[in-house]
């Protein structure tokens, strides 16, 4: 990187389906190749836990860091869990985290987003969610998370996640202001997407770009397909 260069990082989203593929079959190991090939420094997963008892961990903790390159933050609810609420993030060795807060979002169903900061080549806040099924319910918790952040001191700011929303103009409407959403493709349903499910925002101070990442052909590791972005720091 040169002087005049801005840092950048990668960063992608992935609802995991807690690793179980268009064919049905639970497997690990097909996640993990999938997650390596997205060569990101930053991933937020949807789904990494699964949802019974102390919600252990989809995936293998002790091969993450052999087949992605990446390793766990430590945002987990418990011993087993990888995350919260499901809400997984993994980052590239000499990322570390600075802080984190935990949010149990409102609504009927359980739901939750994890804010942390990150020790990256510039301040960089990172928001991992998981928003619910119901329209009502996804506003309240839009609203809940912006409440969040308005608590901590600015910061550039990436929302990652499975927004559980097609609507940018009314489903999206509460965070687009302060907030940019960052153009994406379809991702769901994973065989045939057409519905932009998951997303990327991010504050102003930012700019991202996504990056294509076209599946593989035939059963996919999820029903949902990854979002890859490049980050850079304005």
Do not use: C, Y
């Not at 949802?51 to 087949?67: E, K």
């Not at 998981?130 to 319910?137: C, I, W």
């Not at 397909?225 to 304005?234: K, V």
């Amino acid at each position: 990187m040169t002087p005049d260069s801005k840092p950048s990082l990668r960063v992608a989203s992935w609802n995991i389906h807690k690793a179980v593929g268009t064919d049905r079959r639970r497997d690990a190991d097909r996640v993990l190749a999938a997650i390596a090939a997205l060569q990101a420094d930053i991933v937020a997963l949807q789904e990494a836990d699964r949802r019974l008892g102390d919600r252990p961990s989809a995936l293998p903790r002790d091969r993450i860091g052999a087949l992605t390159g990446l390793e766990p933050l430590p945002i987990g609810r418990n011993a087993v869990s990888l995350g919260w609420h499901g809400n997984a993030l993994l980052a590239r060795p000499g990322i570390h985290l600075t802080g984190v807060d935990h949010l149990d979002l409102p609504g009927h169903e359980p739901r939750g987003a994890v804010i942390v900061d990150l020790d990256t080549p510039a301040p960089l806040r990172v928001v991992a969610v998981h928003l619910g099924l119901l329209r009502a319910a996804r506003r309240r918790q839009l609203d809940a998370i912006k409440a969040a952040l308005n608590r901590h001191p600015t910061r550039p700011t990436v929302i990652l996640g499975d927004f559980n929303e097609h609507s940018r103009r009314v489903g999206l409407g509460r965070i687009a202001t302060p907030f940019v959403i960052l153009p994406t493709d379809p991702t769901f349903p994973a065989r045939r997407p057409f519905l932009p499910l998951d997303r990327i925002v991010h504050s102003p101070d930012l700019d991202l770009v996504p990056l294509g990442h076209p599946p593989a052909p035939g059963h996919q590791p999820s029903d949902h397909l990854p979002l890859l972005a490049e980050l850079r720091w304005r």
